[in-house]
């Protein structure tokens, strides 16, 4: 079986930076050291293991095979982000903080086998036309050629780009966590990161009906995102002796300012203990804020995307304070004692000092972890052409110094798939609209409640393919 998964977004904030690239892709062949490390990577292979965490010299080789991408000076790593479109806001801190780490990896660890890894960011819109023109610049053989995808973002929108990665022997990381990426019959090349929607919606549901009851409404946007959780709710609810009192399944219409009527009148008229969605912010806002309205006063939670921390400085903020419970895939802003941390925190005040405080940076920086464990092993193995470099992805195990759950894409998707994810009481009185990385006590709002957290149905489950697809 190969490994396999893609990418979609979540929602909120503002549009990031993109570097540059340079000329065409030649061989390489200069020697020299590089020092690796402040955060968390640990490959396995031919080089043996390596603590990203620590300084390792001349452990990373500088003469390999190259092909695309490649000069004796950079190594180019396509983004295709979604910068614009309807969950932007919560994609620009994620580049952002992709941004800050390779500024960090660049000009403090020397780079990547002694070059510059040079990030080429075009944005997609989160539309499938664009996403696929930005791909085919990374796939040629012009200024914008990549040696790997280092983020794919948009289910549709990378289910695209499918064919075209297995044709030139791409990798690609994604932002988003789709169950069809570990299912060998769906699609290569594209390496999940964490749990996946399915998986998450089993840990949701066993935590919620413990604590608030056995009633529970669905609601999801249509589409491998959304049905993929609401399966993974449904699986669960069956398992565990629930009952489903509304089931909204692909019914939430994601486009801006679509009626919502009657999911709300739905929800309100069912009266679930709790309801769990696969939706964004902006229409988790409208949906709870018409029932909330309405006088019901049942709990939420949701799969990841669904929630934002930036409505908490919104109208919404006093019901998600009372009966919001966020599921994530990673710690948020200097919550947790997690070594990782200390480097993403240092990083930002010492780069960004001003910029506001954002869980969405930790993400950038577990991608940046996973690209650069991945190029070093390509490294390390000789061979740094696109082919040699999605070899590598294979090989590797990365540790994130606590930030997230460790991943490798090693064996079988059953053994390998990440089950944990966190729950997390949302704090109003916690939150700090207008707090900086600088500020000590800045934060998103959040109070962990659980986590790593992995239920024993999603411990159990055995993973065969994806709980959602559009296939067949």
């Keep these: 079986m190969k490994p396999r998964i893609w990418a979609l977004v979540l929602a909120f904030g503002l549009v990031a930076g993109a570097c540059g690239s340079s000329g065409d892709e030649t061989s390489t062949d200069e020697t020299g050291s590089e020092s690796t490390g402040g955060g968390a990577a640990t490959t396995e292979g031919e080089g043996g293991t390596t603590d990203g965490s620590a300084a390792t010299g001349g452990d990373v080789p500088t003469e390999f095979e190259t092909d695309f991408g490649v000069t004796d000076d950079e190594i180019r790593i396509g983004y295709n982000q979604a910068l614009t479109g309807i969950f932007a806001p919560s994609v620009a801190p994620i580049a952002e903080g992709t941004n800050v780490f390779w500024e960090y990896v660049n000009e403090e660890l020397g780079g990547v086998a002694g070059r510059k890894v040079v990030p080429v960011v075009l944005d997609s819109a989160y539309e499938v036309p664009k996403h696929l023109e930005n791909n085919e610049k990374f796939v040629g053989e012009g200024s914008e050629s990549v040696v790997m995808i280092g983020l794919s973002a948009g289910s549709p929108q990378t289910a695209a780009t499918v064919d075209s990665l297995e044709q030139n022997d791409m990798a690609a990381i994604p932002l988003t966590w789709y169950s069809g990426w570990a299912d060998p019959d769906i699609g290569a090349n594209i390496f999940e990161v964490q749990t996946n929607y399915c998986l998450e919606s089993m840990n949701g549901l066993t935590y919620l009906s413990e604590q608030y009851g056995k009633k529970v409404a669905i609601i999801s946007f249509p589409g491998e995102y959304g049905q993929d959780g609401a399966k993974g709710a449904k699986i669960a609810a069956e398992e565990l002796g629930l009952e489903v009192v509304y089931d909204g399944e692909g019914l939430v219409d994601p486009a801006p300012g679509s009626d919502q009527t009657p999911v709300i009148t739905s929800i309100v008229n069912a009266k679930p203990d709790f309801v769990w969605a696969a939706i964004n912010p902006t229409k988790l806002s409208e949906i709870m804020g018409g029932a909330v309205a309405q006088g019901y006063t049942g709990?939420?939670?949701?799969?990841?995307?669904?929630?934002?921390?930036?409505?908490?400085?919104?109208?919404?903020?006093?019901?998600?304070?009372?009966?919001?419970?966020?599921?994530?895939?990673?710690?948020?802003?200097?919550?947790?004692?997690?070594?990782?941390?200390?480097?993403?925190?240092?990083?930002?005040?010492?780069?960004?000092?001003?910029?506001?405080?954002?869980?969405?940076?930790?993400?950038?920086?577990?991608?940046?972890?996973?690209?650069?464990?991945?190029?070093?092993?390509a490294a390390r193995n000789g061979d740094m052409t696109r082919a040699g470099v999605l070899q590598a992805a294979q090989e590797v195990t990365v540790d994130f110094s606590g930030l997230a759950p460790n991943q490798t894409w090693k064996g079988e998707p059953n053994d390998y798939i990440v089950r944990e994810s966190y729950l997390f009481d949302i704090d109003k009185a916690k939150y700090t609209p207008d707090g900086t990385v600088s500020d000590e006590d800045a934060s998103t709002g959040m109070t962990m409640l659980e986590g790593p957290y992995v239920s024993p149905l999603a411990k159990d489950y055995e993973f065969t393919e994806a709980c959602f697809s559009t296939q067949g």
């Design 299 to 377: 709990m939420w939670s949701g799969n990841g995307p669904t929630y934002f921390y930036q409505l908490l400085g919104s109208e919404v903020a006093d019901a998600l304070d009372k009966y919001y419970i966020h599921s994530a895939y990673f710690l948020p802003w200097n919550e947790g004692d997690a070594p990782g941390m200390d480097v993403v925190v240092e990083q930002f005040r010492k780069r960004r000092p001003e910029a506001p405080v954002s869980d969405n940076y930790v993400l950038g920086f577990i991608n940046g972890y996973i690209v650069k464990t991945v190029l070093e092993q």
